[in-house]
């Protein structure tokens, strides 16, 4: 639109003002429109179906399953959506159902994140959450669920229950991953230290 409105030939401008103003009529028709279909929640039954495929939520059965979609909101959110602010308040955690989505802090990179992963969800556990220390923003087109702990906290016993011993254990994989980390890097420090030796 803007190459069109300062093109150096008149006779490749627009002829007045009133085609301006419809041509961007048009163009923010067309965006709201991909905006609105980019984060429209998907049906109920195909989430409900994904969900049954993961195998992190395999401990719950068929009716902790319902419960857990009812009390959750999905989008489909566009690549560089932010899910979470590194000192933001933490009071949801997040299921990157489908997508990919990086973490940040102070900036640096610190993780990528696959589809099928928890984000937010030791905080659940916590009383009194502190603030989030990363950034998480989605680096392709996805599909997010959302659960306020406010809403957690008010299921069933049951779910509670469940979904406290899968956040545990999505924690226990993830230190064990980092200490794999820290011992590579610390095997790597040693050989060279030994190279130059």
Not at 29 to 48: I, N, Y
Not at 73 to 83: D, F, M, N, Y
Not at 85 to 99: D, I, M, P, R
Not at 103 to 114: F, Y
Request: net charge positive; proline share 5%.
């Amino acid at each position: 639109l803007l190459d069109r409105m300062l093109a150096r030939s008149l006779e490749d401008r627009f002829p007045n003002w009133q085609a301006v103003l419809s041509a961007l009529s048009m163009h923010s028709t067309r965006a709201h429109q991909a905006q609105a279909s980019a984060t429209a929640r998907p049906p109920e039954a195909e989430l409900f179906d994904q969900l049954r495929q993961l195998p992190l939520l395999s401990l719950l059965n068929d009716a902790q399953l319902w419960e857990l979609l009812r009390l959750s909101r999905w989008r489909k959110v566009p690549v560089g959506t932010t899910l979470m602010h590194e000192g933001g308040h933490a009071v949801s955690c997040y299921l990157l159902l489908k997508g990919e989505a990086r973490v940040t802090q102070k900036g640096k990179l610190i993780a990528l994140i696959d589809e099928g992963t928890f984000l937010g969800e030791l905080a659940f556990a916590d009383p009194t959450p502190a603030p989030r220390n990363a950034t998480v923003v989605t680096t392709t087109s996805g599909t997010i669920g959302k659960w306020p702990y406010a809403k957690l906290s008010s299921a069933s016993a049951g779910l509670q229950s469940k979904m406290l011993q899968i956040f545990f254990r999505i924690a226990a994989d993830r230190l064990r991953q980092s200490d794999e980390r820290y011992l590579r890097l610390y095997r790597q420090y040693v050989q060279k230290e030994e190279g130059l030796a």
